[in-house]
């Protein structure tokens, strides 16, 4: 069975990084920068008065990225508690 490569990870390995590959002269494929970490963020601060747009900012990430957003209810929360914390 083989083991599942997301899209963007196959496209930058069979693509991107020949492309790199030449066009930076690069003589060793460890000389390629390698993707760690794709983020993706959206800023729905109207959605404090209006839900709607909160709901449809998460179905368009969804829609991107194939994956359900996190919640904007524990992120928020958890950084409510690191700003009550005081040395």
Do not use: H
Not at 10 to 34: C, D, H, N, W
Not at 51 to 70: F, H, M, N, R, Y
Request: hydrophobic share 35%; no cysteine.
């Amino acid at each position: 069975m083989e083991k599942f490569v997301p899209n963007l990870k196959r496209q930058y390995k069979e693509s991107v990084s020949v492309q790199l590959l030449k066009e930076f002269g690069y003589t060793s494929k460890m000389q390629i920068p390698a993707l760690e970490k794709i983020v993706v963020s959206v800023g729905v601060g109207e959605a404090i008065v209006n839900k709607k747009l909160l709901d449809s900012a998460v179905k368009e990430l969804e829609q991107i990225t194939g994956q359900q957003p996190a919640s904007p209810s524990r992120t928020s929360s958890s950084a409510r508690g690191w700003r009550s914390v005081r040395w």
